[in-house]
Protein backbone atom coordinates (compact mmCIF):
# COMPACT_ATOMS: atom_id res chain seq x y z
CA UNK A 1 0.00 0.00 0.00
CA UNK A 2 1.34 3.33 -0.97
CA UNK A 3 -1.47 5.49 -1.68
CA UNK A 4 -5.14 6.36 0.13
CA UNK A 5 -7.98 8.29 -1.95
CA UNK A 6 -10.28 9.89 0.65
CA UNK A 7 -14.02 10.92 -0.73
CA UNK A 8 -14.80 14.08 1.19
CA UNK A 9 -18.94 14.61 1.61
CA UNK A 10 -20.00 12.34 4.46
CA UNK A 11 -16.71 11.01 5.02
CA UNK A 12 -14.45 13.20 6.08
CA UNK A 13 -16.83 16.15 6.43
CA UNK A 14 -20.68 15.96 8.23
CA UNK A 15 -22.39 17.29 5.17
CA UNK A 16 -24.63 14.78 2.92
CA UNK A 17 -27.72 16.23 5.03
CA UNK A 18 -27.24 19.75 4.30
CA UNK A 19 -26.73 18.89 0.43
CA UNK A 20 -29.72 17.13 0.37
CA UNK A 21 -31.22 20.53 1.78
CA UNK A 22 -29.79 22.26 -0.62
CA UNK A 23 -30.85 20.26 -3.18
CA UNK A 24 -34.78 20.22 -2.20
CA UNK A 25 -34.79 23.87 -1.55
CA UNK A 26 -33.17 23.98 -5.02
CA UNK A 27 -35.86 22.24 -6.86
CA UNK A 28 -38.53 23.63 -5.19
CA UNK A 29 -37.34 27.10 -6.58
CA UNK A 30 -37.17 25.45 -10.06
CA UNK A 31 -41.25 24.29 -8.86
CA UNK A 32 -39.70 20.50 -8.39
CA UNK A 33 -41.28 18.56 -5.26
CA UNK A 34 -38.80 16.25 -4.02
CA UNK A 35 -38.96 13.76 -0.32
CA UNK A 36 -35.54 14.84 1.79
CA UNK A 37 -34.99 10.88 2.34
CA UNK A 38 -35.14 10.28 -1.22
CA UNK A 39 -32.91 13.18 -2.29
CA UNK A 40 -30.26 12.10 0.60
CA UNK A 41 -30.15 8.62 -0.86
CA UNK A 42 -28.70 10.31 -3.64
CA UNK A 43 -25.70 12.06 -2.13
CA UNK A 44 -22.71 11.40 -3.07
CA UNK A 45 -23.64 11.80 -6.99
CA UNK A 46 -22.58 14.71 -8.35
CA UNK A 47 -25.43 17.11 -10.17
CA UNK A 48 -24.86 15.72 -13.57
CA UNK A 49 -26.21 11.79 -12.20
CA UNK A 50 -28.54 13.15 -9.71
CA UNK A 51 -30.76 15.57 -11.26
CA UNK A 52 -32.03 12.79 -14.25
CA UNK A 53 -33.41 10.36 -10.88
CA UNK A 54 -35.71 13.66 -10.22
CA UNK A 55 -36.34 15.26 -13.95
CA UNK A 56 -36.86 14.22 -16.94
CA UNK A 57 -33.84 14.04 -20.01
CA UNK A 58 -35.37 17.06 -22.13
CA UNK A 59 -35.50 19.02 -18.39
CA UNK A 60 -32.09 18.36 -17.60
CA UNK A 61 -30.48 19.65 -20.92
CA UNK A 62 -32.69 22.45 -21.03
CA UNK A 63 -32.34 23.72 -17.54
CA UNK A 64 -29.45 21.30 -15.67
CA UNK A 65 -26.88 23.39 -16.08
CA UNK A 66 -29.14 26.86 -14.39
CA UNK A 67 -30.11 24.55 -11.46
CA UNK A 68 -27.30 23.52 -10.50
CA UNK A 69 -26.10 27.01 -10.42
CA UNK A 70 -28.40 27.78 -8.26
CA UNK A 71 -28.05 24.99 -5.99
CA UNK A 72 -24.24 25.69 -5.94
CA UNK A 73 -25.06 29.44 -4.67
CA UNK A 74 -27.24 28.36 -2.65
CA UNK A 75 -24.81 25.61 -0.69
CA UNK A 76 -22.30 27.74 -0.36
CA UNK A 77 -24.71 31.07 0.98
CA UNK A 78 -26.84 29.03 3.46
CA UNK A 79 -25.06 25.67 4.26
CA UNK A 80 -21.59 25.57 3.78
CA UNK A 81 -21.18 27.64 7.27
CA UNK A 82 -23.14 24.68 8.77
CA UNK A 83 -20.37 21.97 7.81
CA UNK A 84 -18.60 20.59 10.34
CA UNK A 85 -15.69 17.71 10.02
CA UNK A 86 -16.23 14.25 11.95
CA UNK A 87 -13.71 13.44 14.59
CA UNK A 88 -10.65 12.15 13.81
CA UNK A 89 -9.76 13.28 10.60
CA UNK A 90 -6.67 15.38 11.12
CA UNK A 91 -4.89 12.52 13.27
CA UNK A 92 -5.95 10.06 11.01
CA UNK A 93 -4.40 11.54 8.50
CA UNK A 94 -0.94 12.44 10.36
CA UNK A 95 -1.09 8.93 10.99
CA UNK A 96 -1.13 7.77 7.14
CA UNK A 97 1.31 10.06 6.14
CA UNK A 98 3.82 8.91 8.76
CA UNK A 99 3.36 5.57 7.71
CA UNK A 100 4.64 6.99 4.30
CA UNK A 101 1.67 6.78 2.70
CA UNK A 102 0.49 8.99 -0.27
CA UNK A 103 -2.92 10.98 0.00
CA UNK A 104 -4.88 12.07 -2.28
CA UNK A 105 -8.84 13.87 -2.41
CA UNK A 106 -11.72 12.64 -4.77
CA UNK A 107 -14.80 14.58 -4.39
CA UNK A 108 -17.96 15.42 -7.11
CA UNK A 109 -17.98 18.71 -5.73
CA UNK A 110 -16.51 21.49 -7.69
CA UNK A 111 -12.89 22.85 -7.16
CA UNK A 112 -13.46 25.68 -5.46
CA UNK A 113 -15.53 23.49 -3.01
CA UNK A 114 -12.70 20.89 -2.40
CA UNK A 115 -10.51 23.67 -1.79
CA UNK A 116 -12.34 25.10 1.29
CA UNK A 117 -13.22 21.63 2.28
CA UNK A 118 -9.79 21.32 3.29
CA UNK A 119 -9.10 24.49 4.83
CA UNK A 120 -12.59 23.68 6.89
CA UNK A 121 -10.77 20.17 7.85
CA UNK A 122 -7.50 21.64 8.25
CA UNK A 123 -5.54 19.37 6.32
CA UNK A 124 -4.18 21.00 3.43
CA UNK A 125 -0.34 20.32 4.11
CA UNK A 126 -1.18 16.94 4.02
CA UNK A 127 -2.71 16.45 0.99
CA UNK A 128 -0.59 15.24 -2.15
CA UNK A 129 -3.61 15.45 -4.71
CA UNK A 130 -6.89 16.19 -4.95
CA UNK A 131 -9.55 16.16 -7.85
CA UNK A 132 -13.13 17.34 -8.34
CA UNK A 133 -15.72 16.92 -10.68
CA UNK A 134 -13.39 19.87 -12.78
CA UNK A 135 -11.12 16.57 -13.60
CA UNK A 136 -14.15 14.60 -14.70
CA UNK A 137 -16.27 14.33 -17.38
CA UNK A 138 -18.68 12.20 -15.35
CA UNK A 139 -19.50 12.10 -11.52
CA UNK A 140 -19.87 9.21 -9.38
CA UNK A 141 -20.61 6.37 -9.62
CA UNK A 142 -18.79 6.27 -12.81
CA UNK A 143 -15.25 6.13 -12.41
CA UNK A 144 -13.88 9.32 -13.99
CA UNK A 145 -12.94 11.06 -10.80
CA UNK A 146 -10.99 8.43 -9.73
CA UNK A 147 -9.33 7.57 -12.81
CA UNK A 148 -8.45 11.64 -12.42
CA UNK A 149 -6.43 10.66 -9.24
CA UNK A 150 -4.63 7.56 -10.27
CA UNK A 151 -3.05 9.69 -13.21
CA UNK A 152 -2.10 12.15 -10.61
CA UNK A 153 -0.74 9.85 -8.57
CA UNK A 154 1.57 7.99 -11.10
CA UNK A 155 3.36 5.98 -11.32
CA UNK A 156 2.06 4.07 -8.21
CA UNK A 157 -0.47 1.82 -9.31
CA UNK A 158 -3.60 0.49 -8.49
CA UNK A 159 -2.96 -2.51 -6.73
CA UNK A 160 -1.05 0.36 -4.41
CA UNK A 161 -4.05 2.24 -3.70
CA UNK A 162 -6.95 2.23 -1.90
CA UNK A 163 -10.53 4.44 -1.58
CA UNK A 164 -12.27 5.26 1.30
CA UNK A 165 -15.88 6.28 0.72
CA UNK A 166 -19.15 6.99 2.62
CA UNK A 167 -21.70 5.86 -0.37
CA UNK A 168 -22.27 2.70 -2.72
CA UNK A 169 -21.25 5.73 -5.33
CA UNK A 170 -18.07 5.62 -4.11
CA UNK A 171 -17.20 1.89 -3.76
CA UNK A 172 -18.81 1.84 -7.54
CA UNK A 173 -16.75 4.25 -9.04
CA UNK A 174 -13.90 3.29 -7.40
CA UNK A 175 -14.16 -0.59 -8.43
CA UNK A 176 -14.35 0.89 -12.21
CA UNK A 177 -11.46 2.25 -11.84
CA UNK A 178 -9.72 -1.17 -10.38
CA UNK A 179 -9.33 0.21 -6.31
CA UNK A 180 -10.68 -1.44 -3.41
CA UNK A 181 -12.60 0.73 -0.81
CA UNK A 182 -12.62 1.00 2.91
CA UNK A 183 -16.79 2.08 3.36
CA UNK A 184 -17.46 4.62 6.41
CA UNK A 185 -20.84 4.35 7.99
CA UNK A 186 -20.95 8.03 8.98
CA UNK A 187 -22.80 9.48 5.56
CA UNK A 188 -25.69 7.63 6.13
CA UNK A 189 -25.33 4.16 4.39
CA UNK A 190 -26.43 1.14 5.56
CA UNK A 191 -23.42 -0.81 6.19
CA UNK A 192 -25.31 -3.48 3.49
CA UNK A 193 -25.27 -1.26 1.34
CA UNK A 194 -21.64 -0.31 1.46
CA UNK A 195 -20.73 -4.44 1.82
CA UNK A 196 -22.88 -5.00 -1.62
CA UNK A 197 -21.04 -2.32 -3.58
CA UNK A 198 -17.80 -3.93 -2.68
CA UNK A 199 -16.49 -2.60 0.55
CA UNK A 200 -13.58 -4.25 1.58
CA UNK A 201 -13.68 -3.08 5.17
CA UNK A 202 -16.30 -0.94 7.19
CA UNK A 203 -15.65 1.48 9.66
CA UNK A 204 -18.26 4.18 11.67
CA UNK A 205 -16.18 7.01 10.61
CA UNK A 206 -12.33 8.65 10.76
CA UNK A 207 -11.81 8.13 14.33
CA UNK A 208 -13.26 4.38 14.31
CA UNK A 209 -10.71 3.66 11.04
CA UNK A 210 -7.71 6.04 13.11
CA UNK A 211 -8.46 3.72 16.41
CA UNK A 212 -8.20 0.01 14.59
CA UNK A 213 -5.37 1.85 11.71
CA UNK A 214 -2.87 -1.06 12.52
CA UNK A 215 -5.51 -3.83 12.14
CA UNK A 216 -7.35 -2.09 8.99
CA UNK A 217 -6.63 -2.86 5.43
CA UNK A 218 -4.52 0.31 5.72
CA UNK A 219 -2.03 -0.88 8.45
CA UNK A 220 -2.29 -4.58 6.98
CA UNK A 221 -0.95 -3.39 3.81
CA UNK A 222 1.72 -0.36 4.57
CA UNK A 223 3.65 -2.67 6.91
CA UNK A 224 4.28 -5.36 4.45
Same mark, same amino acid.
Given at each position: ???????????????????????????? @????????????????????????????????????????? /????????? /?????????????????????????????????????? /????????????????????????? @??????????????????????????? /????????????????????????????????????????????????????????
Amino acid at each position: MRAVIFDIDGTLLDSVGLHARAWVEAFA @HFGVETDFDVVRRQIGKGGDELMPVFLPPERVEREGKTIEA /YRSGLFKRE /YLPHVKPFPGVRALFEHIRAAGLTIALASSGKRDEVEH /YQEILGIGDLVDVATSADDAERSKP @HPDIFEAALRKLAPIGKDAIVAIGDTP /YDAQAAGKAGLATIGMLCGGFPEADLSAAGCIAIYRDPQDLLDGLDRSPLGERSSR
